[in-house]
């Protein structure tokens, strides 16, 4: 039962697996539990949102607390630099921008998703993919090499391969163009990750 | 008029439900489903009723207290105690109604 609370989102069982666990340790559990539970997990990746994200309006008084914390930064930053003398006026912009990067991501709200960046799952996909695709070029040549190595001429073991093979291939090319799309997106995602981070570690 | 909980899509009758269990005290997860099943013969799935639970404490109509050896009790919050009450109310008068209606002339 378990492996179905896998199919909540992580916000979801951060918050009520414990509970839901007892819940569920209290009763014995039938078939139609487990797929209530199924479902109950479909619709919290669906239809529900993590509440620390909160609504449009939350999200925009979570930016004006933030942004009146950043006017204060912003003065005693100004101060210090008036005691500090120019010498330190890079210092004080880095610790601001730093600053300014959090207000964007306000405490407790989730950190925006960086499009494009590569991740575990991303891989994974990808593994997936391939090996997809690996098994397909097998059977499309095992559903073309066997009726000729056997050396058959029949009509409709010849027609049945052809048929095979031709869906085989229609679906490679498919796959095909998907990888490679896939692939000229990630490629130029990491370039443009590695480039960033060069850039910060020169500056 | 919704004869459920405005708001909660499919969990508006669970939703309803759980607000009326909770009406008479707090109770954890376990409780509620034994409260309901034994008031109302209505059995609530896990699934169900912890998707009910989310939607009613995103909408600040309960609110979870204290854990107690992992099982965590559930309350009605001013706003829930009022929201359930109009909901009682709208059901009584839909009742009230139908029953006119049936009722030989």
């Given amino acids: 039962m378990k492996h179905l609370l896998r ?18 340790e209290q009763r014995p559990l ?6 209530d539970i199924a479902r109950g997990g479909i619709d919290a990746r669906v239809h529900q949102r993590p509440r620390n994200q909160g609504t449009t309006q939350q999200r925009r008084i979570a930016m004006v607390v933030d942004r009146n914390e950043l006017r204060d930064e912003l003065r005693a930053i100004l101060a210090a630099r008036e005691e500090l003398g120019e010498e330190s006026e890079e210092h004080l912009l880095e610790s601001f921008l730093d600053r300014l990067e959090e207000s964007v991501r306000p405490a407790g709200l989730q950190p925006p998703l960086q499009k494009g960046r590569p991740t575990a799952r991303t891989l994974w996909r990808w593994t997936v993919g391939v090996t997809v695709l690996w098994l397909l070029l097998g059977l499309s040549s095992i559903a073309v090499g066997i009726p ?10 010849v027609f049945a391969a052809a048929v095979v093979s031709g869906y085989a291939l229609v679906l490679v090319v498919l796959l095909c163009a998907f990888l490679l799309s896939s692939a000229l997106r990630t490629m130029s995602a990491l370039i443009r990750h590695s480039s960033r981070v060069g850039t910060s570690a020169h500056g | 008029m919704g004869l459920g909980l405005p708001g909660m899509g499919r969990f508006s009758e669970p939703a309803l439900l759980v607000l009326e269990s909770l009406a008479s ?19 609530l799935g896990p699934g169900t009723l912890y998707g009910a639970i989310t939607r009613l404490e995103d909408a600040r109509l309960i609110e979870p207290l204290q854990a107690q050896e992992r099982r965590r009790p559930y309350r009605l919050t001013p706003r829930g105690e009022a929201a359930l009450g109009e909901q009682l109310r709208a059901l009584h008068r839909f009742t009230v109604a139908g029953l006119e209606r049936l009722a030989p002339s």
């Fill in chain 1, 148 to 157: 000729w190595s056997l050396g058959s001429t029949a009509p409709a073991q």
């Fill in chain 1, 30 to 35: 039938r078939w139609r539990d487990a797929v």
């Fill in chain 2, 25 to 43: 005290g707090e109770k954890h997860g376990y409780a509620m489903m034994e409260d309901i099943k034994r008031r109302h013969g209505i059995d």
């Fill in chain 1, 7 to 24: 199919l909540y989102p992580a916000w979801w069982r951060e918050r009520y697996w414990e509970e839901f666990e007892a819940l569920l």
